[in-house]
Structure formats: structure tokens, C-alpha cells
């Protein structure tokens, strides 16, 4: 079955860049989306189809892949993105697939 | 506007089948590019798939819990149907539907969630 691999936290400071990667086999030749879930609430999509940004995402969010990882990178970082975030993908075989989920703490 | 909302109940026993419905609104499952699907999670756990039901009634399930898990929708009354047989503690989790777009590659993401339903499983 196909699996996405995430890094189980990533630490930033306010107003630096945040990366969290994803990594499959060949992922880049599928689309990633990410989520990100705070505390007792829903996911949200952030970005889709690799590196679009649904409406009301802002500009900091952005998104690439290629080969086998999946980067979802956070600009000027700020507190109230502190969140777990969750790469997705679709797999022929396995069909809808979520990475392990990355805790983003900014400090 | 979309919205989805989960219900079903919140205490089931092992070895009992979980029933839960998904009721949406804002959008119909009979036009193209639509899906529904479920999702749980466990108590600080990640997301995990459960299925996967579209607009032409095509219907995919998790590998793992496939034996256990049917997807059926009422176009009618704008609901997906999720049953789950033979219910254990680990099957304790938020569980959420949520509707998925269908691209011109493929199925792609999730763009509205519903709010989810804690299903604890518990003689």
C-alpha cells in the first residue's frame, strides 16, 4: 500500500519559514493537498492540486513537489498557524492516502 | 454555501454496527466532480480514509477495513450512508464526512468538512 511520510514536528520562530515535507514514492507524479487541524476542530484545506490556495488561505501558504517529496512552506510564520498539518494524496490502488500529521510549533 | 454535518451515535458496543450519516447541503451528489467521503480519527491520532462514494456511484473503501465498511448515498435527500460491522475499542474516534473534489486527474482533495462525531466504543 502506498504511504506518505511526514516528520512527526517541525519548530519555527515568528516571522521565519516553516517547511514540512511529505514523502512517497513518485509523489510527484500524483497532486498533494494539505490540512491543517487545530485543537477540537475540523481540517482545513490550505493548499491543493501541489500549490493552489483556496480562498481566505493567505499568500504565506504555498506548496511544491517533485520526485518524492511534497514541501508545504509557510512564510513569516505566525503564531495562529500552530496547528497539526496533514499532507493527502490519491493512490490508484490504496485510493485517498494522509501522512503520519506534522505538529508545527512556533516559539 | 457547503456544509456537511455527521450523526449517528455516540456510544455503540463492541461487536455491534455503527451506522453513521452524513447529511450536506449547498451541493447535490448527482452533479460531476462530486464525492463524499469518510474519515475518522482516532484520540490524538492521525486522519485516517475510511470511503469513498461519487457522483456516479462509484465507491472505494480502505484496504484495511473493506470487509468491515459499506458507502451508500440517498441523492434524494442529500445523504451518505456509512455502516461499520463488528466494532471494537480501537474503532474509538472522531469520524468525520467530508466532501472531495473530483479534478480532471482524478480525485484530489477535500474541500469542506464536517464538524465530526465522537463514537466511543465501550461495553
Known amino acids: 500500500s502506498y504511504e506518505l511520510t511526514q516528520p512527526p514536528s517541525v519548530s519555527v520562530s515568528p516571522g521565519q519559514t516553516a517547511s514540512i515535507t511529505c514523502s512517497g514514492d513518485?509523489?510527484?507524479?500524483?497532486?498533494v493537498c494539505w490540512y491543517q487541524q487545530k485543537p477540537g476542530q475540523s481540517p482545513v484545506l490550505v493548499i491543493y492540486?501541489?500549490?493552489k490556495r483556496p480562498s481566505g488561505i493567505p499568500e504565506r501558504f504555498s506548496g511544491s513537489n517533485s520526485g518524492n517529496t511534497a514541501t508545504l512552506t509557510i512564510n513569516e510564520t505566525q503564531a495562529l498557524d500552530e496547528a497539526e498539518y496533514y499532507c493527502q494524496a490519491w493512490d490508484s490502488s490504496t485510493y485517498v492516502v494522509f501522512g503520519g500529521g506534522t505538529k508545527l510549533t512556533v516559539l | 454555501q457547503v456544509t456537511l454535518r455527521e450523526s449517528g451515535p455516540a456510544l455503540v458496543k463492541p461487536t455491534q454496527t455503527l451506522t453513521l450519516t452524513c447529511t450536506f447541503s449547498g451541493f447535490s451528489l448527482t452533479t460531476s466532480g462530486m464525492s463524499v467521503n469518510w474519515i475518522r480519527q482516532p484520540p490524538g491520532k492521525a486522519l485516517e480514509w475510511l470511503a469513498f462514494?461519487?457522483?456516479?456511484?462509484?465507491?472505494y473503501y480502505s484496504t484495511s477495513l473493506k470487509s468491515r465498511l459499506t458507502i451508500s448515498k440517498d441523492t434524494s435527500k442529500n445523504q451518505v450512508v456509512l455502516t461499520m460491522t463488528n466494532m471494537e475499542p480501537v474503532d474509538t474516534a472522531t469520524y468525520y464526512c467530508a466532501r472531495m473534489r473530483i479534478v480532471e486527474a482524478g480525485p484530489s482533495h477535500f474541500d469542506h468538512w464536517g464538524q465530526g462525531t465522537l463514537v466511543t466504543v465501550s461495553s
Open positions: 492540486l501541489d500549490n
Open positions: 462514494i461519487d457522483w456516479d456511484d462509484d465507491r
Open positions: 513518485k509523489l510527484g507524479d500524483e497532486y
